[in-house]
């Protein structure tokens, strides 16, 4: 007789959005059906949040950058003249009006390593994990545009693998200012007394290394997290390492199912060898879909995507992904072992995908603007659920081809047949954010690296 059967593991879903014009499938925002032209106004975010929450979504997960694209045929005006991630507003600034009309919505915002200094960037996160709840989670990049380099002072883009040394380091500080400066029973708010906190229990952190100096201490109290959920979206053989040890959840854009087994498989093996286990990781593969109530109205939607995809948009926004001119290479052309010193994962996952194919400068252009999930709800949940199996992922990040429409036909079309295979959730889970999607606790687990910063972990004395 056999056992028992597991549970089957849910499938969590992220709303993959940008607080800008145009994000991933470029040239929709001249449509009528979307409120891309209007992200400078909170109605649509206001909208879209709700919505969100109306279809149980863990997250809305805000992508960033700061830089221009400006490879493509040497200059940035191709990505000015199609709104390609540019003109570009502060993602976080949305969070805490979002908090104030969701109750369970997760905020997953990027901020890049080069882009502010760890001391300050702690006091933000720290304040939007206050006011949000505990529903913050932060997306660590290290940036691979030479424009946000200029932008934020350096010469040059630091080499790809160094910014990830630079990055370790910058967690590190991020760990010891969020687990380590208070001690947790620090915050008394004795009103007898008038003692709002116990000085004995707030630490200086007094970190030296190699980019950083930071005394300390924490300036913001605890949080209902301490530290946020950890994303992190680099999937080169560095990003992958830097997953493995400080990762909670990890953002992936595989090609297929074929390379995002690869992938999450190479991922989980390496966080095993950190003494973490194997699922300690959440995989989210980026998917973009095309719903209707039939297959015929998901394939005109099709159409209207394509018919309005801007080349030129793509180019450019490719190109700056990769760090080169795309329009110096024939489509026909072998990439071959192209270097970069921007994103390289993307072209470690073409190689995953099919390993024994020569891939095409077109091939890799094409899989960027068309790789969509079409049908009606059915065949997508079929989609989905394949991913989920097949590829190990625990979890979406669904792109939108316009907004908020993908996300209605999503949640109207697909999400109830999720839920009735039992692959999504009917109801939210209690507590914080990062309870919700791993069924823990609030603070960072024990065989997270960060767990080993706080003060009972150190047996240090008050500085």
Excluded at 201 to 206: A, L, N, P
Aim: no cysteine; net charge negative; charged share 25%.
């Amino acid at each position: 007789m056999s056992g028992p059967t597991q549970p089957r593991r849910r499938l969590r879903l992220n709303a993959f959005t940008m607080n800008v014009v145009s994000h991933i499938v470029q040239g929709q925002w001249t449509r009528e059906d979307t409120r891309q032209r209007e992200y400078n106004s909170l109605a649509p975010w206001v909208e879209l949040a709700q919505l969100l929450e109306r279809g149980r979504f863990d997250a809305i997960f805000f992508a960033d950058v700061i830089g221009a694209y400006d490879s493509y045929q040497g200059s940035r005006d191709a990505s000015v003249r199609n709104a390609v991630q540019f003109p570009v507003n502060d993602p976080s600034a949305l969070v805490p009006a979002l908090a104030l009309v969701t109750e369970h919505l997760g905020f997953a915002f990027t901020l890049s390593i080069l882009q502010e200094h760890p001391f300050s960037f702690a006091r933000r996160a720290s304040t939007l994990d206050h006011l949000t709840g505990g529903r913050l989670a932060w997306n660590i990049v290290t940036s691979y545009l030479e424009n946000a380099a200029r932008n934020l002072g350096f010469d040059t883009l630091p080499l790809h693998d160094n910014r990830y040394v630079r990055g370790a380091e910058y967690v590190e500080v991020l760990y010891k200012l969020w687990e380590g400066s208070w001690e947790d029973d620090a915050v008394l708010v004795d009103r007898e007394r008038g003692v709002y906190a116990d000085p004995a229990k707030v630490h200086t952190i007094d970190h030296v290394g190699e980019f950083y100096e930071v005394a300390g201490p924490h300036l913001s109290e605890p949080s209902p997290q301490r530290t946020p959920v950890l994303f992190q979206a680099g999937s080169s053989d560095a990003g992958r390492e830097f997953a493995a040890k400080h990762a909670e959840a990890t953002f992936i854009a595989a090609r297929d199912i074929t390379g995002a087994r690869a992938n999450v498989a190479d991922v989980r093996a390496r966080a095993a060898r950190y003494g973490r286990d194997s699922h300690d990781i959440l995989v989210f593969q980026g998917l973009t879909v095309i719903t209707g109530s039939s297959e015929a109205e998901a394939q005109r939607k099709q159409r209207e995507v394509l018919e309005q995809l801007s080349d030129e948009g793509t180019f450019a926004v490719v190109s700056g992904w990769l760090g080169a001119d795309l329009a110096a290479y024939d489509p026909d052309e072998p990439i071959g072992e192209i270097k970069t010193n921007a994103q390289q994962g993307m072209l470690k996952a073409l190689i995953e995908s099919a390993p024994d194919k020569t891939w095409r400068f077109g091939d890799l252009i094409n899989t960027i603007a068309t790789r969509f999930i079409v049908g009606a709800g059915e065949q997508v949940a079929d989609e989905l659920q394949r991913w989920h199996d097949e590829a190990d992922i625990d979890g979406v990040n669904l792109t939108y081809t316009t907004t908020p429409g993908s996300f209605v036909d999503f949640i109207d079309g697909v999400v109830p047949v999720l839920q009735r295979r039992g692959l999504v959730q009917r109801e939210y889970g209690e507590g914080t954010l990062r309870e919700k999607l791993t069924g823990g606790g609030p603070r960072l687990n024990q065989r997270h690296p960060g767990a080993g910063y706080r003060r009972s972990s150190l047996n240090v004395v008050a500085a």
